[in-house]
């Protein structure tokens, strides 16, 4: 799937999300969970939510920057590195946060959980030359 095309069903999920308040698009048909990621655009500065499933892991959650197996890192990747505090949303409850990229050893380590959770990460990792990168994102303090 093409990033334009990731974008516009991105911002489709962001909006249903929102308004059932995650009752519908929360969800993939696998009961993965869905939760919606707000960052800051590293050149714009503008607030940027995206739809991303995660794995819970006690109180933080662990996210894929896979982009469907594209070439290139996902926007919001690269916005948590120029600036790693951000927001999660689970339902109607928000969460401020901040992202860590995880080591290659602490990727490997949740990568079975991941790919059990959902089955085409492992496609998506076959399928790029770049190290698709994990997060997690820890709660903290609001501003």
Do not use: K
């Not at 594209?70 to 928000?94: F, I």
């Amino acid at each position: 799937m093409q990033p334009a095309a990731i974008r516009a069903m991105g911002a489709l999920n962001t909006w249903v999300y929102r308004l059932s308040g995650g009752r519908i698009m929360g969800r993939m048909p696998s009961g993965a969970p869905i939760c919606l990621l707000t960052t800051t655009g590293r050149t714009s500065g503008q607030r940027r939510t995206v739809p991303l499933l995660y794995l819970a892991d006690g109180d933080d959650f662990i996210v894929v920057g896979s982009q469907g197996g594209a070439p290139r890192h996902p926007g919001w990747a690269l916005n948590l590195e120029a600036d790693p505090r951000a927001e999660v949303e689970l339902g109607r409850r928000r969460v401020p946060v901040t992202g860590r990229r995880l080591s290659d050893e602490e990727r490997d380590r949740f990568w079975p959980r991941l790919v059990a959770m959902y089955p085409p990460y492992e496609d998506y990792r076959r399928r790029t030359t770049r190290s698709i990168p994990v997060v997690r994102l820890s709660p903290r303090a609001p501003d």
